[in-house]
């Protein structure tokens, strides 16, 4: 909780009548477990006293008992007992710092009360306050990387990396651009890129259930394959499979 320290008398003058009136101050130090309350100013704008009273009214459990733990640690300074239903319609607000310095938007502002003034009949809270400009970074270093790109050449299926028959792979189609055509290709033309793609598709396919295979008979006998085993109608019956 925050530290409340003992009260410090002045005397001061009114600005209005010009009057000397004793003037008492209670200083706070916020502790660092202690966390400050926060509001939004979406658009650059002027710090105001009324910003302090919406973000307290949003904060009404913080703010009471803030209130309650000021009381118990001051009420020996105090003629009688007084209860935080008496000081919310009295208290009013204002910031330490210059406030008339523009805040940029859109801004978090944190609130911490710096000290507490009673003097000529009214209670003023003094606040403190830090803004920290909002910025949000998309991670777009961290997209996937283009399988396509990525895929390493294999010249036979001995040459593949053993795979996990459990994980799924993701097969993804081809970019009608990965084939290059002219732009006035006619409709037989185009009939042809589409059975293309789909053999490029259906080959890849064979080489992942070829691998599947593979694995299943390296995990049942242990024993490598020679050359000679993986033939071409190996192959050529993965993809009739399809």
């Not at 283009?146 to 895929?151: A, G, N, V």
């Not at 084939?179 to 490029?200: C, F, G, M, V």
Request: glycine share 2%; proline share 7%.
């Amino acid at each position: 909780m925050p530290i409340i320290h003992s009260p410090q008398y002045t005397k001061i003058t009114h600005p209005q009548t010009r009057a000397i009136e004793a003037c008492y101050t209670f200083r706070v130090t916020m502790e660092e477990s202690d966390d400050p309350i926060t509001f939004l100013v979406e658009e650059p704008s002027a710090l105001v006293s009324s910003m302090i009273a919406s973000c307290l009214k949003e904060n009404s459990a913080w703010w009471e008992g803030f209130l309650r733990h000021f009381l118990e640690r001051s009420s020996k300074f105090f003629s009688k007992v007084y209860t935080v239903q008496q000081l919310l319609p009295i208290i009013t607000h204002t910031f330490v710092a210059d406030s008339s310095i523009h805040v940029p938007g859109p801004s978090n502002v944190a609130l911490s009360p710096k000290s507490i003034q009673i003097r000529g009949g009214t209670f003023c809270v003094f606040w403190e306050y830090e803004c920290e400009s909002l910025v949000i970074d998309i991670p777009v270093g961290a997209l996937p990387v283009d399988p396509e790109r990525s895929m390493p050449e294999f010249s036979t299926l001995s040459d593949l990396d053993p795979l996990d028959p459990s994980v799924p792979v993701e097969l993804e189609e081809f970019s009608l651009q990965e084939i290059p055509l002219s732009t006035t290709e006619n409709s037989a033309r185009l009939h042809d890129r589409q059975k293309a793609k789909e053999a490029r598709l259906k080959a890849k396919l064979a080489i992942y259930r070829a691998q599947t295979e593979l694995n299943e008979y390296y995990d049942k006998y242990g024993t490598d394959l020679s050359d000679s085993d993986a033939s071409d109608s190996d192959t050529e019956s993965a993809v009739s499979r399809k």
